[in-house]
T-cell receptor, first 114, second 109 residues
Framework: NAGVTQTPKFRVLKTGQSMTLLCAQD?????MYWYRQDPGMGLRLIHY???????AKGEVPDGYNVSRLKKQNFLLGLESAAPSQTSVYFC?????????????FGAGSRLTVL | SQQGEEDPQALSIQEGENATMNCSYK?????LQWYRQNSGRGLVHLIL?????REKHSGRLRVTLDTSKKSSSLLITASRAADTASYFC?????????FGKGTSLLVTP
């Protein structure tokens, strides 16, 4: 059972380049999330999805887009990368979003924008 | 917005000692959760305590919740070197969880 898998694990981009982070979960979870983690800032929610075909903005959505075309996948896109987007990105999924929503996290994707 | 705030930011103890970290939050909650993050890894869920519970145990973990003070504490008893990690509290009344900035725990042999 793989849980939540993120690809790629590491990526270096130049300012202005675009890329997509892929998150896949095999637990049939309805809800999926993208967080970013920066030193001294903790985790901040970028976007989330409560089901296939639906997405919503989190705390820091600017500069990112997401898509949930299939229930098991949640993609995070950067259209024009900026140095401020250098961070570690974590995908998570959960089986419920009411009350006891316990998140399962991926191992993270470290992105550096030069 | 980040609702939970952990204290202290960093904690260093020796193996066998107990480690206590605290979390304060701002608004009403349905539950509060604690997660652990080992260096370079993703977060792992440790324990959840509901708003109508005051204390909960899981192995060497003991969590308390005081909704009147909007605070929670995580106690790790008889710490081991393997407990070295960052610990985060998380709250949320809707679809997503809000995480604090974490407490970095170092357990030395």
């Amino acid at each position: 059972n793989a849980g939540v898998t993120q690809t790629p694990k590491f990526r270096v981009l130049k300012t202005g380049q675009s890329m997509t982070l892929l998150c896949a979960q095999d637990m049939n979870h309805e809800y999926m999330y993208w967080y970013r983690q920066d030193p001294g800032m903790g985790l901040r929610l970028i976007h989330y999805s409560v089901g296939e075909g639906t997405t919503a903005k989190g705390e820091v959505p600017d500069g990112y887009n997401v898509s949930r075309l299939k229930k098991q996948n949640f993609l995070l896109g950067l259209e024009s990368a900026a140095p401020s987007q250098t961070s570690v990105y974590f995908c998570a999924s959960s089986y419920t979003a009411r009350g006891d929503n316990v998140l399962t996290f991926g191992a993270g994707s470290r992105l550096t924008v030069l | 917005s980040q609702q939970g705030e952990e204290d202290p930011q960093a904690l260093s103890i020796q193996e066998g000692e107990n480690a206590t970290m605290n979390c304060s939050y701002k608004t009403s909650i349905n539950n509060l959760q604690w997660y652990r993050q080992n260096s370079g890894r993703g977060l792992v869920h440790l324990i959840l305590i509901r708003s109508n519970e005051r204390e909960k145990h899981s192995g060497r973990l003991r969590v308390t919740l005081d909704t009147s003070k909007k605070s929670s504490s995580l106690l790790i008893t008889a710490s081991r070197a393997a407990d070295t990690a960052s610990y985060f509290c998380a709250t949320g009344s809707g679809y997503a969880l809000n995480f604090g900035k974490g407490t970095s725990l170092l357990v030395t042999p």
